[in-house]
């Protein structure tokens, strides 16, 4: 699952219920011990990153497993491109492994809506993830794809590094586009591909008229799989002091402090912007 992945908890629900419907034999594994390496390699610390992605591997191989199946394109990136690590299993994204059990699938409703798929493809790789992502889509029952374009200057997933890397006008401008391409197809979802894709754009529902969802949450609803997107919720109520409200049952058990806690939601959840 990655580290990252953790502030957008409902994939994490979301994707451990999809592998639980057809019987996958798995362990669910992440946070910070299995650190990919990511925010080193980033920082310029190669030697620091390497030996982070080296104990992540270990801890992989300690479980014997056919495949490891990775969530985060950051992940997948590094260890297909960047490290030279020796592993025992396959690696394959989350998207390219489901694709391939798609006749396991029992659905359980109908998803009658016109789905545009917000994609990567600075890679082949990214594409091919795209890909299985659209597989997916197009075996729920009432479900449409709606053909709408892409951006290789969008590099691996949505990210603010990349944003910056851009230029915050020429990203949004991509960005815009997309989202007024999805609707001139008549498209009712905007399906984002990464959890980085799902923060970063989830508040375009305010300016234009798409549902924004993660596309597993999408394919899982038909499975009578659902589980709320809280950080979207929190980001579009635009309100600091309503999300400490809702979260405090949580802080208090878990003695995080208050000072502390506000400082970050007010960052993270702003009232504008």
């Given at each position: ?96 492994f489901l694709a391939e059990h798609i006749a396991q ?169």
């Amino acid at each position: 699952l990655g580290c990252n992945v953790l502030r957008t908890s409902h994939m994490v629900r979301t994707v451990i219920g999809v592998f639980d419907s057809i019987g996958v034999d798995y362990v669910a594994v992440g946070g910070a011990a299995y650190c990919c390496g990511s925010p080193y390699q980033r920082g310029g610390d190669k030697e620091l990153a390497d030996s982070v992605a080296a104990r992540t591997v270990r801890f992989f191989e300690r479980y014997q497993p056919e495949r490891v199946v990775m969530w985060c394109p950051s992940c997948i990136y590094l260890y297909d491109e960047v490290y030279d690590i020796p592993a025992s299993y396959q690696t394959q994204q989350v998207a390219e492994f489901l694709a391939e059990h798609i006749a396991q699938f029992k659905f359980a409703r109908a998803e009658v809506q016109r789905v545009a798929l917000h994609y990567h493809s600075n890679r082949p790789r990214r594409v091919q993830e795209g890909r299985a992502a659209e597989a997916l889509l197009s075996a729920v029952p009432g479900l449409e794809l709606a053909r709408t374009d892409t951006d290789a200057r969008l590099d691996r997933a949505c990210t603010e590094a990349n944003q910056q890397k851009l230029g915050v006008e020429t990203w949004q401008g991509i960005i815009e586009g997309q989202f007024q391409g999805a609707v001139d197809a008549g498209a009712t979802v905007f399906a984002t591909m990464y959890h980085g894709c799902q923060r970063m754009l989830c508040t375009y529902e305010e300016r234009y008229p798409l549902a924004v969802e993660h596309y597993l949450s999408v394919f899982a609803r038909a499975l009578g799989i659902e589980h709320e997107d809280q950080y979207k919720k929190y980001r579009l109520w635009r309100d600091p002091d309503r999300v400490l409200a809702e979260a405090s049952p949580c802080t208090r058990a878990n003695n995080v402090d208050l000072a502390e806690a506000r400082r970050v939601v007010e960052k993270v959840f702003p009232r504008e912007g």
